[in-house]
């Protein structure tokens, strides 16, 4: 069973920029699709983001595409999502998750065994 845990989250100003990091633990992610998700209290588990276990493939939520950015390096057991021009509404807590299986199912939560424990992204205007 992997384990994860999302960094690098925090405080930025409405422009500006952050790299959120996924690590695994107890097992490498190398046959995992990762996917990026967020929360509010106000709303549902969002979609952002997904690669695939090899790093060719990613898909985005319209949310995300454009502003966002998601990578991996095996070597490291980590995945990453960029977000630039962040605003205000991206403020929520961001969760990454990870599952074996295709890309094409990796855009719902239940596609995902796997999932961190979430850090929290604050957007100030």
């Known amino acids: 069973q992997v384990q994860l845990a999302e960094s690098g989250g925090g405080l930025v100003q409405a422009g500006g920029s952050l790299r959120l990091s996924c690590a695994a633990s107890?097992?490498?992610?190398?046959?995992?699709?990762v996917g990026w998700f967020r929360q509010t209290p106000e709303k549902e588990r969002e979609f952002l983001a997904a690669?695939?276990?090899?790093?060719?493939?990613?898909f985005y939520e319209a949310s995300a595409k454009g502003r966002f950015t998601v990578s991996r390096d095996n070597t490291k057991t980590t995945v990453y999502l960029q977000m630039n021009s962040l605003e205000p509404e991206d403020t929520a807590v961001y969760y990454c998750a990870a599952g074996r299986m295709s890309l094409s199912y990796g855009t719902t939560e239940r596609g995902y065994p796997n999932w961190g424990q979430g850090t929290q992204v604050t957007v100030s205007s």
């Open positions: 690669i695939s276990w090899n790093g060719v493939s990613t």
């Open positions: 107890g097992a490498t992610l190398n046959s995992y699709t």
